[in-house]
Antibody, heavy 121, light 110 residues
Framework: EVQLVESGGGLVQPGRSLKLSCAAS????????MAWVRQAPKKGLEWVAT????????YYPDSVKGRFTISRDNAKSSLYLQMNSLKSEDTATYYC??????????????WGQGTLVTVSS | DIVLTQSPALAVSLEQRATISCKTS??????????MHWYQQKPGQQPKLLIY???NLASGIPARFSGSGSGTDFTLTIDPVEADDIATYYC?????????FGGGTKLELK
């Protein structure tokens, strides 16, 4: 059974940093692209970042590019999101997601339960 | 960026058919594949994949759900609607980066 468990969320002041983690199990982690997707309170879904199987390629929307960094440790089956220069508009539940097909990055086949990040002074 | 447009809400009766639409600002087809995917999200839960590549049913999803369309116009159909289907439904494109989602359609009981 595929399991994705996020951690690291919490309350953080604007301008500060936070690092999220996602522990994966139930599949061969190194075979899949991974991603982060967020959802602001009462709002829709927003894709945040995607990383290739080896970690050599990363993708971001303009809203987080230069502030957020996605990374992975295949030996630990773990995904990370380093978030710097946080803004109030980054307040959201952050979901870790496994992409659908091996070595591809199209649909989000499995999602974690999410971790809430609140950016406020 | 490719913009996906969904109606905010749809009211439906149980055991009837629900048709949820998603229109994209650009063609999301490539080499015969529609890079359109659908998700269901219930309150307090994470999203769940329903349909991938336009019309492929995800694992474990009932055959009451189906996806259709191509180019810029796509549809998620639920037939018949059951009480457990009351949720918000999102479309998502993967033709280009940035990956984008529609605003969501909240399925409500009539």
């Amino acid at each position: 059974e595929v399991q994705l468990v996020e951690s690291g969320g919490g309350l953080v002041q604007p301008g500060r940093s936070l690092k999220l983690s996602c522990a994966a199990s139930g599949f061969t982690f190194s075979n899949y692209y991974m991603a982060w997707v967020r959802q602001a309170p009462k709002k829709g879904l927003e894709w945040v970042a995607t990383i290739s199987t080896s970690g050599s390629r990363t993708y971001y929307p303009d809203s987080v590019k230069g502030r957020f960094t996605i990374s992975r440790d295949n030996a630990k089956s773990s995904l990370y999101l380093q978030m710097n220069s946080l803004k109030s508009e980054d307040t959201a539940t952050y979901y870790c997601a496994r992409q659908g097909a091996a070595i591809a990055a199209h649909w989000f086949a499995y999602w974690g339960q999410g971790t809430l990040v609140t950016v406020s002074s | 960026d490719i913009v996906l447009t969904q109606s905010p809400a749809l009211a439906v009766s149980l055991e009837q058919r629900a048709t949820i639409s998603c229109k994209t600002s650009q063609n999301v087809d490539n080499y015969g594949i529609s890079y359109m995917h659908w998700y269901q999200q219930k309150p307090g839960q994470q999203p769940k994949l329903l349909i991938y590549e336009g019309s492929n049913l995800a694992s474990g999803i009932p055959a009451r759900f189906s996806g259709s369309g191509s180019g810029t116009d796509f549809t998620l159909t639920i037939d018949p609607v059951e009480a457990d289907d009351i949720a918000t439904y999102y479309c998502q494109q993967s033709k280009d980066y940035p990956r984008t989602f529609g605003g969501g359609t909240k399925l409500e009981l009539k």
